[in-house]
Structure formats: structure tokens, C-alpha cells
């Protein structure tokens, strides 16, 4: 097994295209689902979506989530919190920006690393320069 | 008079009907300056929660509020999902059991709803969201209740307070929510999130003026 990544978007075609992009990195080693959209396609959040990809995606080594927009976040934690104890403690929200967090992490989960390794290396993403400086 | 599970299940199809009503109203506020669902969403919300109802007789109010803000949360899949599912989650929790509401029990469920709300949405007043208009609601509530008027003048001072804080929000710089995208340029509309929880605390009070 290996730490999960889910991803929660407003837009179901953006959710699965970070799947796509990150999973390309990751050569389909790990759990990498897309909670995108609402239950009717349309945009927006679905708690029920959320909740069965974190179910889906959160083995013993736990899940990593990576959101969009503001109300991804209290989306999933309201799914959280209705997920058991003890499969919710390996479940973390990562800050990170959703691109560059979803690459990182699936190649850091893709080579075995634990959730705390994952998250980190989501997290550096908020620093990666995209343009440098001349 | 107290407040019965009856007239909380009047006031909530009270809701569902206001807030069709206002639907394209609330969905025009927020193409000014967020993501122009808000009226779909609520609507779709409500929509869902009274087909829930058409089947069901509550046991109490805490049950019936339960049930809205589980319906709440899966079916209106923007921003205000888990807020208002969270608030009358959390307004169903603390009237468990109960099937009359006094004016102290009213004032102590707003008060419940309200800070699950703060606590879902990590904001506080003065961000241009709901908050600014159910904080001075909950406060005036509070005020009129300690006042010892009746209920039904506890309802029309909350909504009151909320109208007013819901016109608060247009000159105010959103900082939470979808609008805080827009800086600067959310000063001079009136925040949907706020518009609509005046809308349902308006039904509150219309229902109780009605008994």
C-alpha cells in the first residue's frame, strides 16, 4: 500500500485532469481519485463524492487531500467527520496549490513515502517558482 | 406563544417557498461578486429538504432541523452547504427532544446555529459574509429576550437586526468566501450569503406573527 491522494475540486473535469496530470508522475502506484463537481455534474462540491473517494482512497497508510477553493475544504471536513475515528485520523487537508501539491505528492507517495513525508512535499509546492528572475 | 414542531416545519417550507421566490434575486447578487449559484443552490437545497418532509413526521424539532441540515449539506453543493447544514445541524442538536420552543430556547438554538457557522467557515464579522448578518441577529435576539417581549417581537427585532447587517455588507471588502477573489472590487454589492440568511430568519418571524 501506499499514502492516497484525493483531489477536491468545484469542477469535476479539473479534479480528474490533476488526476491525470499527477497520476502520469505516480505510473499508477497509488490511490489517486477525483471528487469533483456535485452530484448533477454541476459545479460545485459533493459530500458524497468526497466521502467515497476518501473511503476509496485511504488504506492503512492513510490520504492525503488536496482542494481548490475555500468550500472544498469545509466540504471534506464535514465528510471527515463522518468517516470512523479511526480511519479519519489518516486522513490530512493540505494547503497546498492544487497542481504542483497533486505532482509532488503523488511522486513522493508513488516511492513509498508516509503520510507526514507526502504532505511535506505537497506543501513545497506553495514555494516552487514558476518564472525566474533574469 | 411558544413556538411548536409544527410551526418549525411551517417555517421551514416558508424557506423553501421564499427562497424559490428569490432565487434569481440571490443567483444576481452573486454574479456581482462571486460564482452566480447562490440562488440555484439554496433553492436546490430547500427543494430537496421539503420532498424529505412530504414523507416524514418529525419526532421533535431537534430531528426535523437534523434532517434539513443533512439535506443541506449533500444537496446544495456550494459554500453554503456545509454552512447552513452545519447551522441547523447544530441548531438540531441542541433542540433534541423538544417539541415548543420559548423564547429563551429560540435565542439559545440561534446562538447554537450561529457558532457552528463561525466555527465551519473560520470567519467573523466584518468579512462580508452571513455572519454579518446573523451576529447582530443573535445579538438582538438576545436583547429582546431579556427584554421579556413575546416571542413574536424576539423574531421580528432578529430579523430586523439581520436586515440591517445583511445592508451593512455593501460597503464592506470581502475577505472570506468566494468574493474575497475580487479585493476591492466586492465594495458596493451586497453579499448573497447574508441576503439569504435574512431571507429565512424573515420566514422565522412571518410564521410566528401568523399564529
Not at chain 2, 421539503?50 to 419526532?59: I, Q, R, S, V, Y
Not at chain 2, 468566494?178 to 453579499?191: K, M, N, P, V, W
Amino acid at each position: 500500500m501506499a499514502v492516497g491522494i484525493v483531489i477536491v475540486s468545484h469542477s469535476a473535469r479539473l479534479a480528474e485532469g490533476v488526476v491525470e496530470l499527477a497520476g502520469q508522475m505516480a505510473q499508477g502506484d497509488i490511490a489517486l481519485l477525483a471528487a469533483g463537481g456535485t452530484d448533477d455534474g454541476s459545479l460545485g462540491t459533493s459530500i458524497d463524492k468526497v466521502t467515497a473517494a476518501l473511503q476509496q482512497a485511504t488504506g492503512p497508510d492513510g490520504t492525503l487531500v488536496l482542494v481548490d477553493l475555500g468550500s472544498a475544504v469545509m466540504i471534506t471536513e464535514m465528510a471527515l467527520e463522518m468517516l470512523d475515528e479511526p480511519v479519519r485520523q489518516r486522513i490530512r487537508i493540505s494547503s497546498a496549490p492544487l497542481v504542483e501539491g497533486a505532482v509532488l505528492a503523488a511522486v513522493e507517495a508513488a516511492s513509498g513515502s508516509n503520510l507526514d513525508e507526502v504532505a511535506q512535499a505537497a506543501d513545497e509546492g506553495s514555494a516552487m517558482p514558476k518564472t525566474h528572475k533574469t | 406563544m411558544p413556538l411548536t414542531t409544527a410551526d418549525i416545519q411551517q417555517w421551514i417550507q416558508q424557506s423553501a417557498l421564499v427562497l424559490h421566490e428569490n432565487s434569481s434575486y440571490l443567483t444576481q447578487l452573486d454574479s456581482d461578486i462571486g460564482d452566480a449559484d447562490h440562488g440555484i443552490n439554496m433553492d436546490r437545497g430547500f427543494q430537496a429538504v421539503k420532498m424529505k418532509l412530504t414523507n416524514m413526521e418529525p419526532a421533535d424539532i431537534g430531528a426535523l432541523l437534523k434532517l434539513v441540515g443533512t439535506t443541506l449539506v449533500s444537496t446544495v453543493g456550494g459554500a453554503s452547504g456545509p454552512l447552513y447544514g452545519t447551522a441547523f445541524l447544530r441548531a438540531g442538536i441542541n433542540t433534541t427532544g423538544k417539541q415548543t420552543l420559548e423564547a429563551e430556547d429560540v435565542v439559545a438554538m440561534l446562538d447554537a446555529a450561529i457558532e457552528g457557522v463561525k466555527a465551519r467557515g473560520k470567519a467573523q464579522q466584518g468579512e462580508k459574509t452571513m455572519l454579518d448578518a446573523l451576529l447582530p441577529a443573535v445579538d438582538a435576539a438576545r436583547q429582546a429576550q431579556s427584554a421579556q417581549v413575546t416571542l413574536e417581537q424576539v423574531l421580528q427585532q432578529t430579523a430586523a437586526a439581520a436586515e440591517n447587517g445583511m445592508k451593512a455588507t455593501i460597503p464592506m471588502q470581502a475577505t472570506k468566501g468566494r468574493a474575497s477573489y475580487l479585493g476591492e472590487r466586492s465594495i458596493g454589492h451586497q453579499d448573497p450569503g447574508a441576503t439569504s440568511s435574512w431571507l429565512l430568519l424573515k420566514a422565522l418571524a412571518d410564521v410566528s406573527s401568523r399564529k
